[in-house]
Nanobody
Framework: QVQLQESGPGLVKPSQTLSLTCTVSGGSITTNYYFWHWVRQPPGKGLEWMGHIAYSGSPYYSPSLKSRTSISRDTSKNHVTLQLSSVTPEDTAVYYC??????????WGQGTQVTVSS
């Protein structure tokens, strides 16, 4: 059974870069046809897709966040990293790491709260 665990600082100052890690256990991030997504949910709002990195290592980003987002991976550690630059209070949200297979999200991390505040 695959498990995803997000980790990172819970508080980030405006204009700084937010960096989160998704550590995957019970499965490899390079397994064919899996995609590893970052999704966030601001308080009182719906889920927002941010981007993903494919089993091949190719990333793809939401057009609205593309200029500030970078998703990478470390295959030796079996984890996926999200970086979001120039954060503002509007980036305050619960951030989730999610696995997709065959167009379905089939595994979620528990989520990690990130607050942007000075």
């Amino acid at each position: 059974q695959v498990q995803l665990q997000e980790s990172g600082p819970g508080l980030v100052k405006p204009s700084q870069t937010l960096s989160l890690t998704c550590t995957v256990s019970g499965g490899s991030i390079t397994t064919n046809y899996y995609f590893w997504h970052w999704v966030r949910q601001p308080p009182g709002k719906g889920l927002e897709w941010m981007g993903h990195i494919a089993y091949s290592g190719s990333p793809y980003y939401s057009p609205s966040l593309k200029s500030r987002t970078s998703i990478s991976r470390d295959t030796s550690k079996n984890h996926v990293t999200l970086q979001l630059s120039s954060v503002t209070p509007e980036d305050t949200a619960v951030y989730y790491c999610v696995r997709e297979q065959a167009y379905a999200y089939d595994a979620w991390g528990q989520g990690t709260q990130v607050t942007v505040s000075s």
